[in-house]
């Protein structure tokens, strides 16, 4: 998945009511995003690649994408309904937040009831937010500085590998330039041994035994 571009975020929404789906698609194309709309937690599970085969039920109809090139875009925002049939919101922001790859995307739960007790376990589980039923649009609006937040995090994570690769590729460089003085430096002192081994036997060779003397020529 690609990163998403600096206005165009996109969000999987899941919701098992389609007048609710296509309210939270509405409101969120009027901000630019794209959407995914979804109508249970499986196919949430499913469109995000966290689905288990016997849980993948085909004959299901394929989520609702408002955006042809939405596989080439990764999921920055998760907002659920929490009361569904099979699975519910809380349960589907407890995969999320157990999936060691799909964890830092941002989850909101959104429902129509108000009950404390279910908002403060959705939060304390890593909720960003919990939103009442009906959603406006200035609830959306709220929900753009957890998205650019974690866009930002993502960027410094970006940033970081890049540096600690320029530097693992500064350290290979030193090294090769290391072997190669030290090879080289191995190199003259073989040429300098060899010369003085050669040097000092052609000292050793006496000029008596390379030439005969000059007594004898002259008696022969």
Known sequence: MGMATETQ??????????IDRKLIERLFKISSYH???????????????????????????????????????????????YCMPGM???D???????SSFLK????????SENVPSRITRCLEEGA????LKPVRLSDVNR???HLLKRKSREETQIQQVEEQEQEQQILEVESEEGIEV???????QDSTQQSNIKRKTMEEISPDRTRPRYNELTMG
């Open 182 to 188: 030290v090879e080289q430096e191995e190199l003259e």
């Open 35 to 81: 959407v995914t709309t979804v109508e249970s937690g499986s196919k949430a599970l499913e469109f995000l690649g966290l689905v288990e085969d016997n849980q993948i039920n085909k004959n299901l109809n394929p989520p609702s994408i408002s955006s042809a090139l939405h596989q080439e875009m990764e999921v920055n925002l998760v907002i659920t309904d």
């Open 88 to 90: 519910t919101g809380y």
């Open 128 to 131: 960003e937010e919990f939103l």
């Open 9 to 18: 975020f996109h969000v999987l929404a899941v919701d098992d009511s389609i």
């Open 143 to 145: 929900l753009k500085p």
């Open 104 to 111: 830092d995307i941002p989850v909101v739960i959104m429902s």
């Open 92 to 98: 589907l922001l407890k995969k999320i937040k157990e």
